[in-house]
């Protein structure tokens, strides 16, 4: 249990350095933005510095590079031109970021999980990180033939596709995954509720809490759902029905929820 604990601090403790919260709470870019004696330039220094936070992030950079490509991949719908060549280049461009990332998940696999977790959400998290971790290292293959390093076209067109067979499949027990704690989340808001029955709820700091994190895991949700319809795309399961522009448009969807979800935690508002 000792070690279950450490480990786990250990995650959260990396998880805040990746997302720099102590950075941005240092900063409090709103009490900048209330002191009136901040200049124009300043308060513009303040947003160039939260900006550079932003971009230093490798996973922010590469979820732009994803918005660039599935929108070339939209205006091009599959046609010979300038939007396609924006949208293999910067394909191959995104590989070179995700060198060695498969190392993330093959972590989460081997990690402890949270005591008290149902064991059907616990089989779905590590599924998804077996199957995000075989993806990511088997498009390394692909980077290596688009390079011109692997030589073999035949086997690294099928690497691809079991890669993104695997992808697809992470995507679906990322959904799955997410379904089950929704579903726990709200039926431990509705025991919370029936605890402060006669109270505003939304007063709560337990239950904006539990709020909060069921509007996050629906929108990572969505965001899975989603992605397993741009694999299908890029496997070209049902062309007829999910063409390059529905692809691109899905692809291009899920990019900007997921910089969204890289963004930094707004600072919490301090009550008198």
């Known amino acids: 249990m000792k070690r279950v604990r450490q480990t786990k601090r250990l995650q959260n403790f990396l998880i805040n350095i990746a997302n720099f919260d102590t950075l941005i709470s ?3 870019l709103h009490q900048v933005r209330k002191n009136k004696k901040m200049s124009t330039l300043d308060v513009a220094r303040t ?9 230093n992030k490798a996973e922010a950079r590469d979820k732009i590079c994803r918005a660039i490509q ?10 010979p031109g300038t939007a396609q060549n924006v949208d293999k280049s910067t394909s191959l461009a995104r590989k070179v970021f995700r060198l060695f990332k498969f190392v993330n998940d093959l972590h989460a696999l081997i990690s402890p999980v949270e005591p008290g977790t149902p064991i059907p959400i616990v089989l779905l998290g590590k599924s998804k990180n077996a199957l995000l971790s075989t993806f990511l290292f088997l498009d390394q293959v692909v980077w290596l033939h688009r390079s011109g390093i692997y030589k073999n076209k035949e086997r690294a067109e099928l690497i691809g596709r079991i890669s993104l067979f695997c992808w697809m499949g992470s995507s679906v027990c990322t ?13 431990s808001m509705k025991k919370l509720t029936k605890e402060l029955k006669g109270t505003d709820k939304y007063k709560n700091e ?16 969505i965001k899975a759902a989603m992605d397993i319809v741009v694999a299908i795309g890029l496997l ?13 448009a899905f692809g291009f969807t899920t990019s900007l929820i997921s910089c969204y979800q890289l963004l930094p935690s707004a600072p919490k508002s301090k009550t008198p």
């Open 70 to 79: 599935y929108g070339s991949k939209f205006v091009s719908d599959g046609k």
């Open 175 to 187: 959904t799955l995954a997410e379904l089950g704690e929704i579903g726990r989340l709200s039926k």
């Open 206 to 221: 337990q239950y904006r809490a539990k709020l909060k994190a069921s509007n996050e895991r629906s929108l990572a949700m």
């Open 47 to 55: 947003e160039l510095a939260l900006a550079v936070l932003y971009l």
């Open 26 to 28: 240092a900063l409090d």
């Open 236 to 248: 070209q399961l049902a062309p007829k029905k999910i063409t390059p522009r529905v692809t691109g």
